[in-house]
């Protein structure tokens, strides 16, 4: 698929600017320079933090109540939609335990050349090395672009169309406020037809790679999953599987990102039918510098080799700040990127598992050294 409605070398140009810009914009480095990164106060509220298991009692509905995530909030904005460059600190979670600044040294090997800017920790320890690192680059790139308002407002745009989302089931939801366990489990939702009218009555279909083997359990499942005074949490923390983040880096081209060690923290609403909360997870670098070469050589297949993109992947290993497991003790390399995005839902009725095409490669026959 080609994509026309961009110059391809003015992508490609803003692109490397985007990412070389933002590697200048924190070049604190692993020496006496990381003073420089600040620390991001910790607040007294519970953002970031998970309610404490209620211990019972056990579920008493049937069935599975299904949300789809009608609306992300990726870190620019407050959920009220205002901007803010620093609304990244309070979407994710506190992933591995601890309350990193630019000075902590008890964490992971960063990959060479990163600053300890990367590592820094949003408000109550939040892991968000995405939000902090690579979101202010995808804006830079995909702002002069979009059609319809910017990153965010373009990656909305496409759920709000019906494109590709996230659906979260949680089973044997009854009417009360607290249940233990309850488990739940998360799906890539197939594209709709139609937009959907997020008013409890659509239907949508599963995306069968989101399942292991044909029709078989989700990918992406927490079997000890708790509901306390309305609020669920996934555990344990998933193992890999692919979401739809709705990374939208160019027009009409949103591939699923490879996730792993996720956790959800969903509210439900008043009335049971819509529902507000976070993801947090980590992305495997290596995969996500594959994820973003796809998208690279839909543009041109120079960027799927060679110094351009040698030089976006090289900024994308230095926002590792995590292990894939979730923890962060040194001595380790880094090798995943932490990641925090808020999201709001709205209840839907699950359809059939259908299959759905994956993107072609086309860098998989490519092998042009672009310049």
Known sequence: MGIVSISTHVWIATTAVAFSTAACDSTASS??????????????????MLPARPGGPPPDGTGSVVFAISKLYYGDTDRSGNTSTGAWTTYGLNIDGKTTSGQSTDVCTQFEGASRCAQLDGQNGIDNSFG????????????????????????NNDIAQGGPTTLIALDQLGAGPTYDPLQGAMYRAAPSMTPPRWDGSDIRNVN??????????????????????????????SGPGLAD???RIVPGFVPPVLVTN??????LGPTGNTASGVLSGVVPTASFVAWFQLIAGHVSTSLCSGSAFASIAQQIEQAADIMLDGTNEPGEVCNGISFGIGF???????????????????????GDDGP
């Open 262 to 267: 996720v956790q959800v923290a969903l509210t």
């Open 344 to 366: 709001d839902a709205v209840a839907v009725q699950m359809g059939p598992s259908v299959t759905v095409l994956p993107i072609p490669d086309p860098c998989a026959d490519a």
């Open 132 to 155: 902090e690192n690579l979101l202010p680059i995808f804006i830079t790139t995909v702002g002069g672009f979009s059609t319809v308002g910017g990153f965010s407002v373009a990656a």
């Open 208 to 237: 069968s790679a989101s399942l292991a083997g044909d029709g078989g359990a989700p990918l992406l499942s927490f079997p000890s999953g708790y509901l306390t005074q309305g609020t669920w949490v996934a555990e344990p923390p």
């Open 31 to 48: 020496g006496d320079g990381a003073a420089a990164c600040g620390n991001v106060p910790s607040t007294s509220g519970t953002v970031g």
């Open 245 to 247: 983040l709705s990374l």
